[in-house]
């Protein structure tokens, strides 16, 4: 099971960070990737990174505004996002896989999620 933390409500244009951490496993062998999903929408991918990590990008409209990372010694993946838009809103999720990929299925341990809200 993984948990997601660091959403909350920001303006457009700023920014916030999310971490996901594992609460019964560790994610060292794992590609983590980063999901989203709004209001109505279907659960979108966002990025992965791989346990080497090569990231992968996987939405057009990110333009650069999000940074997957991780960190081995803490054992955590991060995804900086920077300069929010509102079509940003939606929950982030986090998931693991044993490779990067766009497709929801293949991941496993997700957690709950966190909210993400831009507006002014």
């Known amino acids: 099971q993984l948990v997601e933390a660091g959403g909350g409500l920001a303006q457009p244009g700023g920014s916030l960070k999310l971490s996901c951490v594992a609460s019964t496993l560790t994610l060292y062998p794992y590609a983590v990737g980063w999901f989203r999903q709004a209001p109505r929408q279907e659960r979108e991918a966002v990025s992965c990174i791989s346990t080497s990590g090569v990231k992968t990008d996987y939405l057009e409209s990110m333009e650069g505004r999000f940074t997957i990372s991780r960190d081995h010694a803490k054992d955590t993946v991060y995804l900086q996002m920077n300069n929010l838009k509102p079509d940003d809103t939606a929950v982030y999720y986090c998931?693991?896989?044993?490779?990067?990929?766009?497709?929801?299925?293949?991941?496993?341990?997700w957690g709950q999620g966190t909210q993400v809200t831009v507006s002014p």
């Open positions: 998931g693991i896989a044993l490779d990067c990929s766009h497709l929801e299925g293949a991941y496993g341990a």
